[in-house]
Each structure stands twice: as structure tokens, then as C-alpha cells.
């Protein structure tokens, strides 16, 4: 190696190292997400609103940050299920804070958050990655063996999951009779857990970037072990921040939708959009660094763990509480779902992407959205 690469490379880890490092604001934005909770600065006027608003900004921007760190410390692919699951822990209080909530028809929104989430997955963070790292790079390249394993178990959970109660008759209604309904959360759990032993154990070179598609910059030293755990503490403190936040937000927005003479369903748009920005922020980052595995791994793999993980938890909390579930979604999103889940099929098929994929699922998010708000 020549003494430039050498200076090159050098520049490169001590750029990755400033990155991996807490800056200030990494530290302050999740304080002050505890102390606007604890005041409810939310409710405090317009002006209480806005400051909360940006709170919650910051926030997702520090979770994102901390999260990268963790990632870097622990490797691929363990480091993309880190904040996987933080999102989906978080997702899953929400959405039991709102069946548990008097506004609106509890049963209905749990279901509405949750497909939110996957069109926002499947359409609005893998469309938005693609555009831009076909704009930063041309074309880029990920494993296709990967790719098509998640979509294989996705598809297969979201159909028995919100398809599937329209067409049973043991319980009137998209819902499930109890004992269907327990099959079902156990059948999500063992497909996401095996899912998850390949990923990480079986198969996990399939989950993993080509050295040559890896930046220089990603074989710099990890951080310490102390820094990885200080990064995941204040990963936690943030998203906690983001979660409280946008439950105190979501009644300021509902109440407006509501009272604007919306559909109740963009509540579950706006709930999902806030959870799942932190695990956007980072995937649309390493798709701009040319880190498409990276990318997608923590795109659909956060769509997985969405219905692996939360219809389980919901399902529990509805039959400890006596609480109505509708699954079953409507013929609408039905044809969205199958529009999507086809074209994301084509869009991964053969291991390469442009931003002609982009272009096509953020026209579909946005198909989804116009339809939301006008039905």
C-alpha cells in the first residue's frame, strides 16, 4: 500500500470515528424528550406544540446516530436488528396505548397502524433508498438470496395476518375467533424466529454486503465496548423520547384530522411515519453510502418484525383484555398490498437496482396516501 492510500485511509477511519462519536446534540435532544414529557410541553398552546415538534426531530436524529454506533460495534447483520426491534418494541406500546384509548374504533386503528407501517416499509423507505442511491450511485447491487428470503416470510405473514380474517366464519367480521387468532400470533412468532436464525446464525452470508460494495470507510475500528453501551442506553432514552412524544402528539393530530372531517385511518399513517422515522433516517444514510444491503436489510427486516412481533403483542393484549381486533383489511388495501408486495418482487428480482424501482414504489406510497385522504 502506497503512502497516499495510507493517508487515505487513515482520513477515512478518523472520519468514521468523528461520526461514531456522541456529538452534544446526541445527548441533549433525548433529555429534553424526557423533560417535555414530564411537562407536557405538548400541551402547553401552539408554541408548546412546535417546541415538542422539533423535540421529537431531534430525537429521531439522535436515535439514528446512536443506533450506527451500535450497529458498527456488534457487524452485520446483528447490527440492522438492533433498532428492528427498538422500533417494533416501541410500535407495539402505541398501538396497545390506542386499543386502550376511547377515541375513535380502537380495534380498527391497531390494524390501520400496522399496514401503515408495511406500505410505509415496502413503498415509502425502500422507494426513497433506491431513489437516492441511484441518483448518488447509478446502479447498486445487493444479495438476492437475502432479499428473496424476507420477502418469501413477509408475504406469507401478511396475508395470514390481515387478508386472511375476511374469509374465515368463526367470527363475524375481519376478525378471528380466538383460537384462530391465537394460531396465527404463534405461526408470526415462529416464522419471524426462523427467519431471524438464518439471518444471523444459518445463513447469514446471504444478509451480508460484498467487500467490494462496502465503503473503505465501514473497515474502520469499531468503537469500544463502553461506547457501544453508552450508544445503545441513549438509543433506548431516545426512542422512549420519540415513542411518549408522538402518543402526546397523536391526540393534538387526531383531534385536527377529526375535526378537519378526515378519515380516522391517517391517524395510524402519522403514528406509523413517527416510529418508523428513525429506522427510515438510517436506511435512506446507508443507502446514500452506497450500503444497499444495509438498507434493505433494515427495511425488511423492520417490516417483518412489524408483523412478527406486533400482531403476536396486540393479539396477547386484545385476549387478556377482552379488547375487539379487526385484522382483516379492506378491499382497497388489499389490491395495494398485492400492488406492492408484485412490484417490490420485480424490483428485487434480479440483484441490482435503479431509480427507476424508486420512482415506482414512492408513486405507490403516494397512491396510498391520496387514497387514505380521499377514500
Not at 447498486?140 to 408475504?155: K, P
Amino acid at each position: 500500500m502506497s503512502d497516499t492510500d495510507a493517508i487515505v485511509t487513515a482520513g477515512q477511519k478518523r472520519a468514521l470515528l468523528q461520526r461514531l462519536l456522541m456529538p452534544w446534540w446526541t445527548l441533549v435532544f433525548p433529555i429534553l424528550g424526557l423533560l417535555a414529557i414530564a411537562v407536557s410541553l405538548y400541551g402547553m398552546g401552539t408554541a408548546g406544540v412546535v417546541a415538542a415538534a422539533i423535540i421529537l426531530f431531534g430525537c429521531v436524529l439522535s436515535a439514528v446516530h446512536q443506533a450506527e454506533v451500535v450497529a458498527h460495534r456488534v457487524g452485520e447483520p446483528f447490527g440492522t436488528l438492533v433498532l428492528a426491534v427498538a422500533v417494533t418494541v416501541i410500535e407495539v406500546s402505541l398501538i396497545v396505548s390506542l386499543m386502550l384509548s376511547d377515541a375513535g374504533d380502537a380495534s380498527s386503528l391497531a390494524r390501520d397502524t400496522v399496514f401503515a407501517a408495511i406500505m410505509i416499509i415496502l413503498n415509502g423507505i425502500v422507494g426513497l433508498c433506491l431513489l437516492a442511491g441511484g441518483f448518488q450511485h447509478g446502479e447498486q447491487r445487493f444479495s438476492l438470496r437475502g432479499a428473496s428470503s424476507s420477502l418469501n416470510v413477509l408475504t406469507a405473514m401478511v396475508v395470514l395476518s390481515l387478508v386472511l380474517p375476511n374469509y374465515v366464519s368463526s367470527a363475524p367480521g375481519p376478525t378471528y375467533a380466538t383460537s384462530q387468532l391465537i394460531f396465527v400470533a404463534i405461526v408470526s412468532v415462529i416464522l419471524y424466529g426462523t427467519f431471524v436464525m438464518v439471518q444471523t446464525v444459518r445463513h447469514r452470508d446471504y444478509f451480508l454486503p460484498a467487500d467490494e460494495d462496502m465503503p473503505a470507510d465501514a473497515h474502520a475500528e469499531p468503537p469500544s465496548n463502553a461506547a457501544a453501551w453508552a450508544a445503545l442506553g441513549m438509543l433506548l432514552v431516545a426512542l422512549v423520547g420519540v415513542v411518549l412524544l408522538a402518543k402526546g402528539l397523536s391526540g393534538i393530530v387526531e383531534a385536527a384530522i377529526l375535526g378537519a372531517g378526515l378519515p380516522l385511518a391517517i391517524v395510524g399513517v402519522v403514528i406509523a411515519a413517527l416510529v418508523l422515522a428513525p429506522e427510515s433516517l438510517a436506511a435512506y444514510r446507508a443507502a446514500k453510502r452506497n450500503r444497499l444491503q444495509t438498507s434493505l436489510n433494515l427495511a425488511l427486516g423492520s417490516a417483518l418484525a412489524t408483523i412478527g412481533l406486533t400482531i403476536p403483542a396486540v393479539a396477547i393484549v386484545s385476549l387478556m383484555l377482552g379488547l375487539p381486533l379487526a385484522l382483516g383489511i379492506g378491499a382497497k388495501q388489499m389490491i395495494l398490498l398485492v400492488l406492492s408486495l408484485f412490484t417490490i418482487t420485480l424490483t428485487l428480482g434480479n440483484g441490482r437496482t435503479t431509480v427507476l424501482g424508486g420512482a415506482v414504489h414512492l408513486v405507490i406510497f403516494a397512491a396510498y396516501l391520496f387514497v387514505t385522504v380521499v377514500p
